[in-house]
């Protein structure tokens, strides 16, 4: 928004909406009437409906039960995130925060934020990694059962298994979470299902589009508890834009525009290279499993999203992040056809995923677009907007709606002055600030994306944790009940991906043929 001024307060609007960040909710004022108090506050401004979001984030209470034994496959970098939303972290971790918080205040709030995280009753008892390091780690933060430091009283230690197939066919385990590389997912997934174990997987769903069909079988016919790690089913702003669009707000949606766009080497996969690892310390062959034989390289080792031999590249990796909030949203569904190009113009490191991707995907029986387009090499921030014929919405972890100026919807109110194009009519900002203790880009681009944390009653809640929490409810219930996102949910994530990677590689358009469930 520009700075101009108000003349007669001497306030920016970007002041006025700034300001605004304690309340949750500002609806049916917008800044059209906002500048215009001084003759218009006293009108009500007919035709914007009542928007009540007291219910639309509640979190249903943690379902009492058994305590659930759990079983991690994968505990490197987003492994050790999704124990830490568990309640487990190494006991270094507490004493670096505790150091760190001496001297900072944020981290001092953050340690708390984990101290006082919710217990979800579960316990760590089986863990499995191809590097040594990792494994070995993960059994010191399993152990962790008190979230004490170092000096503090530690809990049992998990089992290390040496092979996942170990591991979810061990009575030692109750559900899986899984969070290996990209080609791993359904190999582990389809293990676990087939052994009765609940699954909480890391997105995407699959690496290729035939393994896709296998898994969405095996997890229907085995019955087990599925999640896909798309934790942005638990962003709160999320939910009140699915309210807001059902209660036809921005009218008639036509386009949406998803992007992402970084530029760090971390954010494009250029991993650190740990030095304690080699041919001994890593487990080289499981950790190629169904992808193509390659020499030991810790470069494809560390950095393997750079390569299609185990990744799913920007469509599988962000997109899919995209895509997820945007069928939660609208409940899009898998799309007609997808169109694709871009490829490797800035990361010349041998690389094959492409680092710049556009992608449109077209819905025609809902008369509308979905695009989608990511650099690696620039940080400018787009966000997601859903463009309506009476209003545009832009999302992230707050949102806002602004009024178009032909709008059909709310003519009257235009040309009577109570409310002005190009204004926003609602905004929605569920906390005051930022979680503290966001270091890496990458935790800034997920945290700006509504992905590392949320608010419940104003406060700030690890999205994955909830996650987590809703998978382990499902579980507990024992009565059939799904989470929100399931294998129907994933299966949509992952075809729609992968008709996107197909008309990358072959150049072409690609479409779904929806009564054979096959892409063409």
């Known amino acids: 928004m520009n700075q101009e001024k108000d003349k007669n307060k001497g306030i920016s609007r970007r002041d006025m909406l700034a300001g605004l960040a304690a309340i949750p909710v500002l609806g049916a004022i917008g800044y059209g009437l906002w500048s215009h108090q001084d003759e218009k506050a006293s009108k009500k401004v007919n035709g914007l409906p009542e928007m009540d979001f007291s219910a639309v984030a509640a979190v249903p209470a943690l379902v009492d039960g058994p305590e659930i034994r759990v079983g991690v496959v994968g505990v490197g970098g987003r492994g050790g995130y999704l124990m830490k939303a568990l309640g487990f972290v190494h006991p270094d971790r507490i004493d ?85 590389p990209d080609h791993l997912h359904v190999p582990v997934a389809l293990a676990a299902a087939k052994n009765g174990k609940h699954v909480y997987c890391e997105k995407p769903l699959s690496w290729t589009v035939e393994e896709t069909f296998e898994v969405r079988n095996v997890v229907k016919e085995s019955n087990i508890v599925f999640q896909l790690g798309h934790q942005g089913r638990q962003t709160e702003s999320y939910q009140v834009a699915r309210s807001m669009i059902a209660k036809n707000l921005i009218g008639k949606i036509s386009l949406i525009e998803v992007c992402t766009n970084r530029n760090d080497p971390n954010g494009a996969w250029v991993y650190d290279i740990d030095p304690e690892a080699n041919e001994q310390t890593i487990d080289w062959k499981q950790f190629i499993g169904p992808a193509p034989w390659h020499p030991f390289s810790l470069e494809r ?119 002005e194009p190009n204004k926003p009519i609602y905004s929605y900002v569920p906390g005051q600030g930022k979680v503290d203790a966001i270091t890496t880009p990458t935790e800034k681009y997920f945290a700006g994306r509504g992905l590392l944390y949320t608010y419940r009653d104003g406060k700030a809640v690890d999205t994955t944790h909830l996650h987590l929490r809703e998978w382990l409810n499902c579980i507990r219930l024992n009565n059939g009940t799904q989470p929100s996102c399931n294998i129907d949910q994933a299966f949509e994530e992952a075809i729609s991906a992968h008709m996107g990677t197909i008309s990358y590689h072959e150049g072409r358009r690609t479409y779904w043929d929806k009564e054979k469930e096959i892409i063409i």
């Open 301 to 419: 080792f560390f950095r393997w999203r750079c390569w299609w031999d185990y990744s799913t590249g920007l469509s599988g990796d962000l997109f899919t992040h995209e895509f997820d909030a945007m069928n939660q949203i609208l409940g899009l569904g898998i799309p007609q056809s997808a169109m694709a190009s871009g490829g490797i113009y800035f990361y010349k490191d041998g690389r094959t995923v492409p680092d710049v991707l556009n992608m449109a995907f077209e819905y025609p029986d809902k008369d509308l677009t979905l695009l989608y387009s990511a650099t690696l090499s620039s940080e400018k921030n787009r966000g997601k907007a859903i463009m309506g014929h009476d209003a545009w919405m832009e999302l992230d972890e707050n949102l806002t709606i602004f009024l178009d100026p032909r709008s059909t919807q709310y003519k009257q109110q235009i040309e009577k002055g109570l409310l």
């Open 96 to 180: 670096d925060w505790k150091l760190k918080g001496e001297k900072d205040v944020f981290w001092q709030h953050y340690l708390n934020d984990f101290l006082h995280q919710e217990n979800l009753n579960v316990k760590i008892t089986a863990v499995c990694d191809v590097f040594e390091k990792n494994a070995n780690r993960a059994i010191m933060m399993g152990a962790n059962v008190h979230r004490n430091g170092k000096d503090g009283p530690q809990g049992d230690a998990p089992v290390r298994f040496n092979t996942y197939q170990e591991l979810v066919s061990s009575d030692l385990v109750d559900a899986v979470i899984i969070a290996t």
